[in-house]
C-alpha cells in the first residue's frame, strides 16, 4: 500500500488527500485504510478523499453500534467544516452514511453505497467457535471476495487478530447485531439526494438483491454491476469501480 500520513490533531486520525469538492470515504467491520488505496490514487488529484478512522472498538459496549458510528461521522464532519460531501461507504461504511443522511442531511450532497448493510446481510459470523484456528478465519475472509487471492496473508492476519481479541469480538458482534437491528428499509422513500450503487454480482455477503432491493427504494439511485466480484468492488475490481465513480461524480457534481 502506498504511505499516507495519518493525521492525529488530539481528536480524531484520518487520512486527506487532495483537494477539491470532498468525497468522505467510510469502512467496514473489518474495512482497513488499504481498502481504499485505488479510490485515493485515482481522485486525489481532482477531490478532497479523507478517511476517517471509525472508533469500532473504542466504544462503550453498551454504546456501540450504527447510531453512534453516524454521530462520530457526524462530529467528524463538523470538526473538519465539511459540508455537502459525498460519502462513500462500504458495508457497515454504506450503513453509517445512510444514517448520517437520514438524520444530517443538510451536510451530505451524494452518496455512494457499495456491499451495503441496511437491510439484509449474511453476516461474517454470528459467533467464531473456531477462531483460534487460522485456516478457518482465511476461509472465512476469502468469502469476502470472489477470487480468493485477495484475502491477502496481511488480511487474514489482521481478521485473526481482531476476533482473537476477545474486548475486540466482543465490539464485532454488538456492531453487527446493531446492523441487523437497525433497518433502512422504511427510509430510503425519504432520500432525496444522488445515490450511487457498484455492486459485486457475486456478493454473497450483502447478496445482488440488496442492491435491487435498495435501488427500487431510492427514487433516482443508479446501479451498477461488476461481474466476477464479491463484497469489496473497489479492491477487487479497482479500475472499473473507478470508472463508474468517475462518470457519476463528473455529472451530479456538475448539477
Known amino acids: 500500500m502506498a504511505q499516507y500520513n495519518i493525521i492525529d ?33 485515482h481522485f486525489k488529484g481532482r477531490y478532497r478523499v479523507i478517511i476517517p478512522m471509525l472508533p469500532l472498538y473504542d466504544m462503550p459496549v453498551i454504546t456501540t453500534g450504527v447510531k453512534t458510528l453516524a454521530e462520530f461521522v457526524k462530529k467528524f464532519l463538523k470538526h473538519k467544516n465539511l459540508d455537502q460531501v459525498t460519502l462513500l461507504g462500504n458495508s457497515l461504511g454504506g450503513h453509517v452514511a445512510l444514517v448520517c443522511q437520514e438524520r444530517w442531511p443538510e451536510r451530505i450532497h451524494s452518496m455512494v453505497l457499495t456491499g451495503s448493510s441496511g437491510l439484509y446481510e449474511n453476516a461474517f459470523g454470528g459467533s467464531y467457535p473456531k477462531r483460534e484456528d487460522k485456516n478457518f478465519i482465511k476461509e472465512k475472509t476469502e468469502k469476502t471476495f470472489f477470487d480468493p487471492k485477495h484475502a491477502t496473508e496481511e488480511l487474514v492476519e489482521e481478521v485473526y487478530e481482531i476476533v482473537n481479541n476477545r474486548a475486540k469480538l466482543i465490539k464485532v458482534l454488538a456492531l453487527a447485531k446493531s446492523a441487523i437491528r437497525h433497518n433502512m428499509k422504511d427510509d430510503l422513500p425519504k432520500i432525496n439526494i444522488p445515490v450511487l450503487l457498484i455492486w459485486g454480482k457475486n456478493d454473497i455477503i450483502t447478496p ?16 451498477h454491476w461488476i461481474d466476477h466480484c464479491g463484497h469489496a468492488p473497489m479492491m477487487e475490481h479497482p479500475q472499473q469501480f473507478n470508472t463508474f465513480l468517475d462518470t457519476w461524480l463528473s455529472k451530479v457534481r456538475a448539477k
Do not use: C, M, R, W
Open 9 to 41: 490533531d488530539g481528536k480524531f486520525k484520518y487520512i486527506e488527500e487532495g483537494q477539491g469538492e470532498a468525497i468522505v470515504l467510510l469502512h467496514g467491520l473489518f474495512g482497513t485504510l488499504s481498502n481504499f488505496e485505488h479510490i485515493i490514487e
Open 208 to 223: 445482488p438483491e440488496v442492491a435491487e432491493e435498495f435501488h427500487a427504494g431510492i427514487s433516482g439511485s443508479e446501479l
